[in-house]
DNA sequence: GGGCTGTGTTCGGATTCGGTAAGAAGACCC
DNA sequence: GGGTCTTCTTACCGAATCCGAACACAGCCC
């Protein structure tokens, strides 16, 4: 079940569906990690501990424990390994990321590979970065974002944001500054094969706006995208 | 089969219906990619071994052999060049992207040309890794230039620019003393389809220098066309 | 200087772009 | 099954922007 190569390290992938699994190994062996597959829950949690891998993959549908649940007593034990879900329905998101569990983050199928690939180097990224491990509050002019709770203030006061419209001004949030494309805010909140117009960016742009009210921090370049007033 | 005109790479599109892939080579080459259509799998599978083509546009159901399948032994073999999928049904995709095979982006049918270019682009960015993440500004005299926040100053004075303005600024400013020529600057700032006349490079470049003021940065070369300062 | 070519500048119509509202489709909860 | 919430699409409108023509001007050659 392993392949070993690990210049990069050793990534656990627990996923039931064998072609699935099978597309993950061949992509991540390819960008230079070791991989080692299981195929359910509890085999899964076992090889995490055994294994020490630098990160996992976790399918959260899974026979015998859940990958939410692998993740759980993960965190129980103290171990802090970062975490990607592959999830089947956008809903289940929600729950998913921060709100139970320490994941660091998910990606919905249908997925590209390249797109687990990329995120997985980001996390690893990340992971090596700051020493503060917690993910940061980010503050920018009025407006307050925290990707860990995924609340949001404006002038102090709670905003209730819907999980898109949060995806997105955390993204632009993220680089302040940064002019973001519509194509490059598709790809990163709503992932890379939505096909939704390109329009739809403008339309929950407008509902952050109008949540945001007078605090508002998005910033319009015409012709081009949007970006987060720095 | 083939036509050739590959300022920005050679495609190979796999597709049977000779309306569709008559379609498809049209605005791929007028985009500026070189084409090469074949109406097979099994040709498919050849072609892409031996030209070594930017980018993969397959058809799933083929005679012969399989888009899927091309794709897949592509894979195996280590050949990691960019798949689009043409699919005639929403309910293949779920199957089709990342589950069974190492695909990057997938088209449903019918689909708009137009729609086909812009995610061959958006996987032809994606496939050359990320953008460097972070750009550096260049400054040039007295203006700087910072293609993140797509932001100009002239003596540390913010400048306005339009999208073209700032376009065009930035990319005579990549290269300073580079003289471009109209065309050339055309084709860079404007796009491979660009139908305007070259005194349009005239009024814009007229524009920036208003808005630049004293600090202005670009040079006219009599009878061959404009650079920034060296 | 006189022509000639190439460039600067101005300006209005045409086009494109983004904000907004309204509604359809789907998921979820009760 | 009805109601609610979220997401995505579409249509419309005002405004920013672009384009190209027209004219004025500057440099080059004789």
Not at 191 to 210: E, K, L, P, S
Request: net charge neutral; with cysteine; glycine share 10%.
């Amino acid at each position: 079940m392993t392949a070993e190569n690990p210049q990069r390290g050793l990534v656990l992938v627990v996923e039931d569906e064998p072609s699935i699994a099978d597309l993950v190994r061949l992509y991540l062996s390819r960008d230079g990690f070791g991989v080692h597959v299981e195929r359910d829950g509890s085999a899964g949690l076992a090889a995490a501990r055994r294994l020490r891998p630098v990160a996992c993959v976790l399918d959260i549908a899974l026979p015998g424990l859940a990958g939410t649940e692998i993740c759980r007593r993960l965190r129980e034990a103290g171990d802090w390994t970062p975490v990607i879900f592959l999830t089947a329905r956008d809903d289940e998101v929600d729950r998913v990321v921060g709100l139970e569990l320490g994941a660091d983050d998910y990606v919905t199928k249908p997925f590209s590979p390249r797109e687990l690939v990329a995120r997985l180097r980001a996390v690893l990224r990340r992971a090596a970065g700051p020493p503060g491990g917690v993910a940061q509050p980010v503050v920018l002019g009025r407006v307050t974002v925290d990707p860990d709770r995924r609340s949001v203030t404006a002038d102090g006061v709670p905003v209730q944001l819907t999980s898109t419209e949060f995806d997105l001004l955390a993204h632009l949030m993220s680089r302040p500054g940064r002019v973001f494309s519509r194509e490059e805010l598709l790809a990163a909140v709503w992932g890379y094969a939505a096909h939704a117009g390109t329009r739809t960016v403008d339309v929950h742009v407008a509902q952050v706006r109008a949540k945001l009210g007078a605090a508002s921090v998005i910033r319009t370049h015409r012709g081009v995208g949007y970006a987060a007033d720095g």
